[in-house]
Every structure is written in structure tokens, then in C-alpha cells.
Nanobody, 119 residues
Framework: QVQLVESGGGLVQAGGSLRLSCAAS?????????VGWFRQAPGKEREFVAA????????SYADSVKGRFTISRDNAKNTVYLQMNNLEPEDTADYYC???????????WGQGTQVTVSS
């Protein structure tokens, strides 16, 4: 049922770091044209955070996380990562991994992992 599983969330102090992981089951990440991370904070809409292409050579980031977050993929481990540095309280949210077979959109979603950043 669950094709993508996130892990690595937790509680950190502002300025700290976390690395989120997204593991695929049923199919490998090499099947996906695009893999991304989204987040949803309480009372807010889900927003785009970062994405990576099939080869891992092209990445994109929301302006709010540029220079602080890094997305990467390790196809040998069938895992996509989101390295989160210099975390801010505004980064507090549920983080979701998503993937699509084409670049037109995301069709598969994980259940999410919670990130809480204290002041």
C-alpha cells in the first residue's frame, strides 16, 4: 500500500540539523522522473520544499530553504535524502516525500515525518 516511507524527523533547536530519508518500496527511485519533498505546517497549505531529477544532477529548492537544505538521492540504497541545516522555527512542519513517473506531477506520496524546531 505504502510506496514511499519517510523517516528522520524529530525535535531540534534552532540552528540545528536533521537529515530526512525517503525509502521506496514496490519500485525503485530510478523509475521516477522526479522526487520531491513537501511540507505542511499547522494551519498552512502544503508547500514545495525541494526536488531532484532522475539522474540526481538537477535540483530545485523553495526560496525559503535555499542555502540551508540539500536534496540528494542514492539509487543504490533506493533512498532520497533531505539534509536540513540551520533550521528555523518556521521550518516546523510535517514533511512528505513525493514522486512522479513524469515531470508533470507527483502521483505517489509518503505518510510524512514531523519536524519541530524550537526557539
Amino acid at each position: 500500500q505504502v510506496q514511499l516511507v519517510e523517516s528522520g524527523g524529530g525535535l531540534v533547536q534552532a540552528g540545528g540539523s536533521l537529515r530526512l530519508s525517503c525509502a521506496a518500496s514496490g519500485r525503485t527511485f530510478s523509475n521516477y522522473a522526479i522526487v520531491g519533498w513537501f511540507r505542511q505546517a499547522p494551519g498552512k497549505e502544503r508547500e514545495f520544499v525541494a526536488a531532484i531529477d532522475r539522474s540526481g544532477g538537477i535540483t530545485s529548492y523553495a526560496d525559503s530553504v535555499k542555502g540551508r537544505f540539500t536534496i540528494s538521492r542514492d539509487n543504490a540504497k533506493n533512498t532520497v535524502y533531505l539534509q536540513m541545516n540551520n533550521l528555523e522555527p518556521e521550518d516546523t512542519a510535517d514533511y512528505y516525500c513525493a514522486a512522479g513517473l513524469t515531470t508533470s506531477g507527483y502521483s505517489y506520496w509518503g505518510q510524512g515525518t514531523q519536524v519541530t524546531v524550537s526557539s
